[in-house]
């Protein structure tokens, strides 16, 4: 979840290539400024279909008395590179107007037609963002002329979101443009990893620490309720040997019941793990829980794989259990 909200905004956004300042290789994680002509040249440069102008910026707003650290973008509307799903409301119009987080408007009470205090201006909420928000910052959006106003840098562009011609290789557009001076030409998708890779380094590490942990903890618990199961049998399955079931009968029988056991565990976690998820969304919507199916295979795929292992050594004891112990008690 933390990692698919720090490349919500370049995950949405129109392009295939970032140009940024030079040395710039992060959307989130540095602040960029381009010579003036860039979106000229760039825009006359053979195999570009597109190119968008932002300016982006971090900004702390105060919102009653509580410092909150947002993202701000300035765009053109009519260009892109703006909110990509608005909940309500509509795109601002003038340069005293934004496009603020759904959610954070949420936390500070915030509705259509309130003022929000930016830099020292007021601007009029006229529209509420869906799916830009994470539990670092949040994105507001204004014109581009508005943040180049705030930013008190007329004519400004810190990015360039890049479409290449039909036909025109990605990877190729960008050595081009890498020509071009002062410029910075980045992939995309290799912009977004080194944003993860720069936000998320402080943090990956204690919450991998403690998965680790807990799926360590839960791996040998399915183990060792998958060996007592078996060995808590021990009689039953001596009678099964004293009536003539060959080892084989012993070992399918043995590992069918630790696949159901498995099976049923994992089924009910997996609900339990969705089930905590919308709750802990619809509590604190700031905490994306991102449950993907390759996670859930994962996981259930671990769980079959300890109890069956389990489940194998007390089933080598019991293929060499003499008949004759099941009746001794």
Known sequence: ???????????HSPGRLIVAQKGVRNLLGATSLLPPDTAE???????VAREIPIVSQFVILDLHGRKQPTYMIGYDPAQGGGPWRLAAGRAPLTDSEVVFDRVLAQRHNISLGASVPIMGRDFRVTGLSDGTTSWMTSFF???????EALLRAPGATSFLLVTPRDGVATAELRDRLNALPGVEATLKADMMANDVTLLARFFSMPLQLMVAIAFLVGALVVGL??????????KEYGVLKAIGAPNRRLYVVVLTQALITALAGATMGIALAFAVAQVIMALRPQFLVALTPLIVAQSASATLLMALLAALFPARLLARLAPAEAFRR
Do not use: C, D, H, W
């Not at 979840?1 to 995950?11: E, K």
């Open 41 to 47: 040249r760039v825009r006359a440069y053979p195999g």
């Open 225 to 234: 309720v998958s060996y007592t199961a078996t060995i808590e049998r021990r």
């Open 1 to 11: 979840g933390m990692y698919t909200q720090i490349g919500a905004y370049l995950n």
């Open 141 to 147: 959006f204004v014109r581009k002329s508005a943040a």
